[in-house]
T-cell receptor, first 116, second 114 residues
Framework: AQTVTQSQPEMSVQEAETVTLSCTYD???????LFWYKQPPSRQMILVIR??????QNATENRFSVNFQKAAKSFSLKISDSQLGDAAMYFC?????????????FGQGTRLTINP | KAGVTQTPRYLIKTRGQQVTLSCSPI?????VSWYQQTPGQGLQFLFE???????NKGNFPGRFSGRQFSNSRSEMNVSTLELGDSALYLC?????????????FGPGTRLTVL
């Protein structure tokens, strides 16, 4: 079974500062992908960043970057220069590379508040 | 490209009724997955359709069913609604060739069961 755990139900950060959201996971798959999705109050789930497990280099996307520690099964998201528009629920998700079996497993989410 | 669209955005039903939700994927995407989001259970996978065939299924009762049409549009049906079915139902589309293809989500349908 695959599981994803986000241990921080809520986080807050001052605008322009940096914040890191934690995620740990468990899977028996040797090849898998990890994702961070953002869900603002509008409820639309938006892809933030994705990481392929076989790649050692951490993915980055503008102000968003990940710290992927495969041995520790950890996949944290760092948001630099936080902006008010970053306020949202953030979900960590995992999908195993099983042929023809698209099924994202999500963590419980972290609610991020940006303080002006 | 237009994004994933879901209709209706909001629904109110009573217990025992049935409901049909619709999802139109991004043009060219052949896979549509459905997820249920509730405060208590979080985001849970319902099922995935690819080329009109159910390819994967989560742990939901048979009251939850779906289908996919030749144009890749998908519908989800819930029969004999229960109070616990109140949730945000999200659909996501992807290319579908690999299980790891990025899924792009629609805005969701908020279902309230009274």
């Amino acid at each position: 079974a695959q599981t994803v755990t986000q241990s921080q139900p809520e986080m807050s950060v001052q605008e322009a500062e940096t914040v890191t959201l934690s995620c740990t996971y468990d899977t028996s798959e040797s090849d898998y992908y990890l994702f961070w999705y953002k869900q603002p109050p509008s409820r639309q789930m938006i892809l933030v960043i994705r990481q392929e497990a076989y790649k050692q280099q951490n993915a980055t996307e503008n102000r968003f970057s990940v710290n992927f520690q495969k041995a520790a099964k950890s996949f944290s998201l760092k948001i630099s220069d936080s902006q008010l528009g970053d306020a949202a629920m953030y979900f960590c998700a995992l999908v195993g590379k099983i042929q023809g079996a698209q099924k994202l497993v999500f963590g419980q989410g972290t609610r991020l508040t940006i303080n002006p | 490209k237009a994004g994933v669209t879901q209709t209706p955005r909001y629904l109110i039903k009573t217990r025992g009724q049935q409901v049909t939700l619709s999802c139109s994927p991004i043009s060219g995407h052949r896979s549509v997955s459905w997820y249920q989001q509730t405060p208590g259970q979080g985001l849970q996978f319902l099922f995935e359709y690819f080329s009109e065939t159910q390819r994967n299924k989560g742990n939901f009762p048979g009251r939850f069913s779906g289908r996919q049409f030749s144009n890749s549009r998908s519908e989800m049906n819930v029969s004999t609604l229960e109070l616990g079915d109140s949730a945000l139902y999200l659909c996501a589309s992807s290319d579908g060739k690999q299980s790891t293809d990025t899924q792009y989500f629609g805005p969701g349908t908020r279902l309230t069961v009274l």
